[in-house]
């Protein structure tokens, strides 16, 4: 049995038979299994090391030193500490210049995971447990390249220089921000405070580390809650994870997403495949069943093939699949901190289930039907065929793959708002394709150019046209909208900001460099910018009731109130802001906030109402006076809240201020680190460029496996083509027969499968279109103008991919002579 | 005008020592050998023999839509081994009707459009009015516009006689014409057939194995294993 099995399975391969249905299956597969185990090596490096990724246990959180009387207690409780203090920096050294992220670790740390550094002195790598030597930093590779430096040169930090004693290998907690916006320097805390770097009101995060038994972590948790003040935080591993997750999560949900399309249109490809294989077969069936093989026979023949064909096919995929992950993990491999851990087993199982579950879902249906073929079909060949529903055939195909959509996507609300886009794209490009086709029903083939004749043929097989059309429409859409994330609407969103938008901040600033600031510009002969004052607060009550997180539903609400405020005062309304309601001040000794729309529409405040932010201990309460619409995209200096000058304490104050810096002015920045060490630059030109990178190379992933879903599409194309072979072989013998010559059967085929691709590259640049404008609107908030190149581009790739595709798919059509199909 | 007089006196169909030999798992096999056959114009041939004879093959030789082994077949004067397959099939379209036991009608076109095909090859300019003319001839005007799995088989037969004449073809290649049809359905076909060959005067080449449908023929060809047993005519 099993070596009539494969004797006939190995038939059927090498005649070409089951060809498509292979490949259908290996894209299928090769795209479920890539993603799955890119996916799979990204989690394993965000959850694996869960509590690694916080060097602790547990974490106190806070913008602002934390008190003795903390630590005391959590020593008290048997817990083990230690001190992180972390910021942002310029460092420099000669005339270079470079931001880095600061961290200076106390004597312990990391309580949990490892720090290696290989030390200059031996270069041997060291697990350590506690900082730098006084006087020394630790620098990741990554900085010691952009500045042109190595192991044991001087860098300056602040007032301070040091010496570079070792480089950072590994450290635990560095994923907490997945991406990373400069590289590490690791110092000594007791250097702190000589490099005056850290002010009043520096952006500086305090973090107090805990571990320890799980009992007495949880008496500290208890005992910490209420002492919380706004801003600070207590963070466990599930914490950690939420927020680094988020953003990759988005991707890998595209991802995910891109590959199930093709998924499906692979199943339908396999669909197409199987049907026509049992059509014929049903003659050899018949025959089986007159030479005495029983239904159950054939049942296990056909299973038997199928399974074969399954493991042989998801094999291959499974291959294809883990060759295109590493191109997946390369693409995105700047994007991680660290290196992303092998991938385990089980994704791969998982795709050799799902390529099962395809094949058998899609295939073993109409095969089954195979084992009701009536053995009198032998003698009478108009017997009816077998006949199975098409919900009966596909129905628990489909419910089992949109069961994977929903546990791949791990949400039921997102996989329901998914499955009802694609249907909404699928019956929209499906119900133009139907026009389209329906329009062509009018081209009739009189007239006797061979033209006419491969136009007719689309619209007299409407229901196999519609399926090639959606197939490969859909795979050309999602490359095409990529393309136009990609280019259009990225340009679009920079095209919004002026050329000469400020690209650096200045934060940090004292008061007494106000003057000395100015001056510096002046000597530069750069235009002194505007300096604003800066003082951080915490919204205390609204109308005087107190306000915090659980006073709000919406998770931005909540997000905010639990952040410090940065609150300003000026006399005059920066450009940046338009008045929406109320009115500006227009006495000094006016009392008022004038609030952002946005975040009052968050918060639920209105004008009028009566706001008190707590400042360094004290409660300053005004009125609402005014709310104003931001354009934040200017990158000016931008506050939520403005107060009139003198209602806030100038003492509490730091000054930020924004410039735009000419290209090749670079120095400058270098000379005012050298006379400002506090000051800190934050390069904006440099953040953008390194978000669009980010972008960029997500989009790139995503467009990298929707080529899967080109390709799906083309499969599809491919098993409609061969389904439809027989019966083009005796059309063309016909019409060779009554004199038709070589030239104008393949006008008509190439112009069959022409129109096709040109209606397909309209479907796509439609559809793609149409989404872009959503994108546009919902995700970067701009009015999509079009694109009118995507049209003409579309139509021709279409024609050219579905062209080439079909000529090559029935060129056999020409070879056969006509004598053995007529007589 | 002498032309045409020209033509008229040299035959139609000449087949010299015509042979097909084809490959076999037991070495060549020659499915026909040596036939030799002249037809005038307007004359009816019945080729006969049993199955495996030879009697398609030597039918798909004289359409040119294969070349012999051995041998030439020359229409109205022109050797068909000269011409490449497009030219054969350019000759056919001017020169040959077919009617073949299993009709063989396009199925994705209606009645209709399958009698227009023939004319709109040759680039008639009035392929849709001839072809409705011809429908209305066999009968089937008012089931033109049906599909060919909406007809019955003798309607199918008709609609390919129709097709077969519609460009007024001088020989007329017909393959078991009744072979698919119950006896009744298969009278009137051939009266149909014979009918509209004798008012168009087109020569006639019919292969069948009905001894009856034979005898109408003018001349009559056996053919066993692939040779000429005998020939009889009038």
Same mark, same amino acid.
């Given at each position: 049995?099993?070596?009539?099995?494969?004797?006939?399975?190995?038939?059927?391969?090498?005649? @070409?038979?089951?060809?498509?249905?292979?490949?259908?299956?290996?894209?299928?597969?090769?795209?479920?299994?890539?993603?799955?185990? %890119?996916?799979?090596?990204?989690?394993?490096?965000?959850?694996?090391?869960?509590?690694?990724?916080?060097?602790?246990?547990?974490?106190?959180?806070?913008?602002? !030193?934390?008190?003795?009387?903390?630590?005391?207690?959590?020593?008290?409780?048997?817990?083990?500490?230690?001190?992180?203090?972390? %910021?942002?920096?310029?460092?420099?050294?000669?005339?270079?210049?470079?931001?880095?992220?600061?961290?200076?670790?106390?004597?312990? $740390?990391?309580?949990?995971?490892?720090? *290696?550094?290989?030390?200059?002195?031996?270069?041997?790598?060291?697990?350590?447990?506690?900082?730098?030597?006084?006087?020394?930093?630790?620098?990741?590779?990554?900085?010691?390249?952009?500045?042109?430096?190595?192991?044991?040169?001087?860098?300056?930090?602040?007032?301070?220089?040091?010496?570079?004693?070792?480089?950072?290998?590994?450290?635990?907690?560095?994923?907490?921000?997945?991406?990373?916006?400069?590289?590490?320097?690791?110092?000594?805390?007791?250097?702190?405070?000589?490099?005056?770097?850290?002010?009043? @009101?520096?952006?500086?995060?305090?973090?107090?580390?805990?571990? @320890?038994?799980?009992?007495?972590?949880?008496? %500290?948790?208890?005992?910490?809650?209420?002492?919380?003040?706004?801003?600070?935080?207590?963070?466990?591993?599930?914490?950690?994870?939420?927020?680094?997750?988020?953003?990759?999560?988005?991707?890998?949900?595209?991802?995910?997403?891109?590959?199930?399309?093709?998924?499906?249109?692979?199943?339908?490809?396999?669909?197409?495949?199987?049907?026509?294989?049992?059509?014929?077969?049903?003659?050899?069936?018949?025959?089986?069943?007159?030479?005495?093989?029983?239904?159950?026979?054939?049942?296990?023949?056909?299973?038997?093939?199928?399974?074969?064909?399954?493991?042989?096919?998801?094999?291959?995929?499974?291959?294809?699949?883990?060759?295109?992950?590493?191109?997946?993990?390369?693409?995105?491999?700047?994007?991680?901190?660290?290196?992303?851990?092998?991938?385990?087993?089980?994704?791969?199982?998982?795709? *050799?289930?799902?390529?099962?579950?395809?094949?058998?879902?899609?295939?073993?249906?109409?095969?089954?039907?195979?084992?009701?073929?009536? !053995?009198?079909?032998?003698?009478?060949?108009?017997?009816?065929? !077998?006949?199975?529903?098409?919900?009966?055939?596909?129905?628990?195909?489909?419910?089992?793959?949109?069961?994977?959509?929903?546990?791949?996507?791990?949400?039921?609300?997102?996989?329901?708002?998914?499955?009802?886009?694609?249907?909404?794209?699928?019956?929209?490009?499906?119900?133009?394709?139907?026009?389209?086709?329906?329009?062509?029903?009018?081209?009739?083939?009189?007239?006797?150019?061979?033209?006419?004749?491969?136009?007719?043929?689309?619209?007299?097989?409407?229901?196999?046209?519609?399926?090639?059309?959606?197939?490969?429409?859909?795979?050309?859409?999602?490359?095409?909208?990529?393309?136009?994330?990609?280019?259009?609407?990225?340009?679009?969103?920079?095209?919004?900001?002026?050329?000469?938008?400020?690209?650096?901040?200045?934060?940090?600033?004292?008061?007494?460099?106000?003057?000395?600031?100015?001056?510096?510009?002046?000597?530069?002969?750069?235009?002194?910018?505007?300096? $604003?004052?800066?003082?951080?607060?915490?919204?205390?009550? =609204?109308?005087?009731?107190?306000?915090?997180?659980?006073?709000?539903?919406?998770?931005?609400?909540?997000? =905010?109130?639990?952040?410090?405020?940065?609150?300003?005062?000026?006399?005059?309304?920066?450009?940046?802001?338009?008045?929406?309601?109320?009115?500006?001040?227009?006495?000094?000794?006016?009392?008022?906030?004038?609030?952002?729309?946005?975040?009052?529409?968050?918060?639920?405040?209105? =004008?009028?109402?009566?706001?008190?932010?707590?400042?360094?201990?004290?409660?300053?309460?005004?009125?609402?006076? #005014?709310?104003?619409?931001?354009?934040?995209?200017?990158?000016?200096?931008?506050?939520?809240?403005?107060?009139?000058?003198?209602?806030?304490?100038?003492?509490?104050?730091?000054?930020?201020?924004?410039?735009?810096?000419?290209?090749?002015?670079?120095?400058?920045?270098?000379?005012?680190?050298?006379?400002?060490?506090?000051?800190?630059?934050?390069?904006?030109?440099?953040?953008?460029?390194?978000?669009?990178?980010?972008?960029?190379?997500?989009?790139?992933?995503?467009?990298?496996?929707?080529?899967?879903?080109?390709?799906?599409?083309?499969?599809?194309?491919?098993?409609?083509?061969?389904?439809? *072979?027989?019966?083009?072989?005796?059309?063309?013998?016909?019409?060779?027969?009554?004199?038709? =010559?070589?030239?104008?059967?393949?006008?008509?085929?190439?112009?069959?499968?022409?129109?096709?691709?040109?209606?397909?590259?309209?479907?796509?640049?439609?559809?793609?279109?149409?989404?872009?404008?959503?994108?546009?609107?919902?995700?970067?908030?701009?009015?999509?103008?079009?694109?009118?190149?995507?049209?003409?581009?579309?139509?021709?790739?279409?024609?050219?991919?579905?062209?080439?595709?079909?000529?090559?798919?029935?060129?056999?059509?020409?070879?056969?002579?006509?004598?053995?199909?007529?007589? | 005008?002498?032309?045409?007089?020209?033509?008229?006196?040299?035959?139609?169909?000449?087949?010299?020592?015509?042979?097909?030999?084809?490959?076999?798992?037991?070495?060549?096999?020659?499915?026909?050998?040596?036939?030799?056959?002249?037809?005038?114009?307007?004359?009816?041939?019945?080729?006969?023999?049993?199955?495996?004879?030879?009697?398609?093959?030597?039918?798909?030789?004289?359409?040119?839509?294969?070349?012999? #082994?051995?041998?030439?077949?020359?229409?109205?004067?022109?050797?068909?081994?000269?011409?490449?397959?497009?030219?054969?099939?350019?000759?056919?379209?001017?020169?040959?009707?077919?009617?073949?036991?299993?009709?063989? *009608?396009?199925?994705?076109?209606?009645?209709?459009?399958?009698?227009?095909?023939?004319?709109?090859?040759?680039?008639?300019?009035?392929?849709?009015?001839?072809?409705?003319?011809?429908?209305?001839?066999?009968?089937?005007?008012?089931?033109?516009?049906?599909?060919?799995?909406?007809?019955?088989?003798?309607?199918?037969?008709?609609?390919?006689?129709?097709?077969?004449?519609?460009?007024?073809?001088?020989?007329?290649?017909?393959?078991?014409?009744? @072979?698919?049809?119950?006896?009744?359905?298969?009278?009137?076909?051939?009266?149909?057939?014979?009918?509209?060959?004798?008012?168009?005067?087109?020569?006639?080449?019919?292969?069948?194995?009905?001894?009856?449908?034979?005898?109408?023929?003018?001349?009559?060809?056996?053919?066993?294993?692939?040779?000429?047993?005998?020939?009889?005519?009038?």
């Amino acid at each position: 049995m099993l070596a009539f099995t494969l004797r006939s399975l190995w038939r059927e391969l090498a005649s @070409g038979e089951l060809r498509v249905l292979l490949l259908g299956l290996i894209i299928g597969v090769g795209a479920f299994t890539s993603v799955a185990l %890119f996916n799979d090596r990204v989690h394993q490096a965000m959850t694996h090391q869960a509590g690694e990724l916080l060097a602790a246990d547990l974490l106190v959180q806070s913008p602002s !030193p934390l008190p003795e009387a903390w630590k005391q207690s959590a020593l008290g409780m048997g817990l083990q500490l230690a001190e992180t203090t972390s %910021f942002r920096s310029m460092t420099l050294a000669g005339e270079r210049l470079q931001m880095a992220e600061v961290k200076a670790v106390s004597r312990g $740390y990391p309580l949990r995971g490892r720090l *290696l550094v290989a030390e200059t002195s031996g270069h041997s790598e060291q697990q350590r447990q506690a900082p730098p030597e006084s006087g020394s930093v630790w620098l990741e590779r990554q900085l010691l390249d952009r500045m042109g430096l190595k192991p044991g040169d001087d860098i300056q930090l602040g007032e301070s220089g040091f010496r570079i004693s070792g480089l950072i290998l590994e450290e635990p907690d560095r994923g907490g921000s997945l991406f990373s916006i400069a590289p590490r320097l690791m110092m000594n805390p007791l250097d702190l405070p000589a490099t005056g770097l850290l002010t009043v @009101g520096s952006r500086a995060e305090y973090r107090l580390l805990l571990a @320890g038994e799980a009992d007495a972590l949880e008496v %500290f948790r208890g005992w910490i809650k209420p002492r919380l003040q706004v801003g600070q935080r207590l963070l466990g591993p599930r914490d950690s994870r939420r927020e680094l997750t988020s953003a990759l999560e988005r991707a890998e949900r595209f991802l995910g997403l891109a590959s199930l399309v093709s998924l499906l249109l692979a199943a339908v490809a396999i669909a197409m495949s199987a049907n026509r294989y049992a059509r014929r077969h049903l003659d050899n069936t018949a025959l089986l069943r007159c030479l005495g093989a029983s239904r159950q026979l054939i049942t296990r023949i056909f299973t038997g093939q199928l399974l074969l064909l399954g493991l042989a096919g998801s094999l291959i995929g499974l291959l294809f699949g883990y060759l295109v992950q590493h191109l997946l993990a390369a693409l995105l491999a700047g994007l991680f901190i660290q290196q992303l851990p092998p991938p385990t087993l089980q994704p791969l199982l998982l795709g *050799l289930l799902i390529g099962l579950v395809t094949l058998t879902g899609f295939a073993l249906p109409p095969l089954l039907a195979l084992r009701n073929t009536p !053995p009198l079909r032998v003698l009478r060949r108009e017997m009816p065929l !077998p006949r199975l529903s098409r919900l009966a055939i596909y129905g628990p195909a489909l419910v089992v793959l949109t069961g994977l959509l929903a546990w791949q996507a791990d949400d039921w609300q997102l996989t329901l708002l998914v499955s009802l886009g694609l249907l909404a794209i699928l019956s929209l490009l499906t119900l133009v394709a139907w026009l389209l086709t329906r329009m062509l029903q009018r081209v009739s083939p009189s007239g006797g150019q061979p033209w006419r004749l491969g136009l007719a043929n689309i619209a007299r097989h409407p229901e196999v046209s519609i399926v090639q059309l959606v197939a490969v429409g859909l795979g050309m859409m999602v490359v095409l909208l990529l393309i136009l994330i990609r280019t259009d609407l990225l340009d679009a969103w920079r095209a919004t900001l002026p050329f000469e938008a400020p690209n650096h901040f200045l934060i940090n600033v004292q008061a007494d460099q106000l003057a000395p600031l100015e001056k510096f510009f002046r000597q530069q002969k750069q235009p002194a910018p505007v300096i $604003y004052p800066m003082v951080r607060g915490r919204l205390h009550s =609204l109308n005087g009731t107190p306000v915090d997180a659980d006073s709000y539903a919406q998770p931005r609400a909540k997000q =905010l109130i639990q952040r410090e405020f940065n609150l300003s005062w000026m006399e005059r309304m920066p450009t940046a802001n338009r008045l929406v309601s109320g009115h500006w001040w227009s006495r000094t000794d006016e009392r008022g906030w004038s609030v952002e729309k946005g975040i009052a529409h968050s918060l639920g405040i209105q =004008l009028g109402d009566r706001l008190a932010f707590e400042i360094a201990g004290q409660t300053v309460s005004a009125p609402v006076t #005014s709310l104003r619409k931001v354009a934040w995209d200017s990158f000016e200096v931008n506050f939520f809240v403005i107060a009139p000058p003198g209602q806030l304490d100038v003492t509490q104050a730091s000054y930020i201020t924004a410039f735009f810096l000419p290209p090749g002015e670079e120095p400058l920045l270098a000379r005012l680190v050298t006379h400002f060490p506090n000051i800190t630059d934050i390069d904006v030109g440099a953040l953008m460029q390194r978000v669009r990178s980010i972008i960029d190379r997500v989009i790139l992933s995503v467009q990298f496996v929707s080529l899967f879903t080109l390709l799906a599409g083309l499969v599809v194309l491919l098993a409609a083509v061969q389904s439809s *072979l027989d019966e083009r072989i005796h059309e063309t013998a016909i019409l060779r027969t009554l004199g038709a =010559l070589k030239g104008q059967i393949r006008v008509a085929i190439v112009t069959e499968f022409m129109a096709l691709g040109a209606i397909a590259g309209l479907l796509a640049a439609l559809g793609a279109s149409l989404i872009a404008a959503l994108l546009a609107d919902q995700l970067f908030g701009l009015r999509y103008q079009g694109n009118l190149w995507i049209w003409p581009v579309s139509l021709l790739s279409g024609m050219l991919l579905m062209g080439v595709s079909g000529v090559l798919g029935v060129r056999s059509v020409l070879q056969k002579p006509p004598l053995q199909q007529i007589l | 005008m002498s032309q045409q007089k020209h033509a008229e006196s040299r035959p139609i169909v000449r087949a010299e020592d015509l042979s097909k030999q084809v490959s076999s798992p037991d070495g060549p096999l020659d499915i026909l050998q040596g036939v030799n056959l002249d037809l005038q114009h307007s004359e009816t041939l019945a080729v006969v023999g049993a199955s495996g004879s030879g009697k398609s093959t030597l039918l798909g030789l004289l359409a040119g839509l294969d070349l012999p #082994s051995r041998g030439r077949v020359e229409l109205n004067g022109q050797n068909l081994n000269s011409l490449d397959e497009d030219g054969r099939a350019r000759l056919r379209r001017e020169l040959l009707g077919f009617v073949f036991q299993s009709f063989h *009608l396009l199925p994705s076109l209606t009645a209709l459009e399958n009698v227009m095909v023939p004319l709109e090859l040759v680039g008639h300019s009035d392929a849709r009015i001839l072809a409705e003319e011809w429908l209305q001839r066999v009968g089937l005007q008012p089931r033109r516009l049906h599909r060919p799995n909406q007809l019955s088989g003798g309607e199918q037969q008709r609609v390919a006689i129709a097709r077969a004449f519609a460009t007024s073809p001088q020989l007329l290649l017909a393959d078991e014409p009744t @072979g698919n049809l119950d006896q009744q359905t298969g009278r009137k076909v051939i009266d149909l057939l014979f009918e509209l060959n004798r008012e168009h005067r087109t020569t006639l080449i019919l292969v069948t194995h009905d001894t009856a449908l034979a005898d109408q023929c003018s001349r009559r060809l056996e053919l066993a294993e692939g040779r000429l047993l005998q020939a009889s005519g009038c």
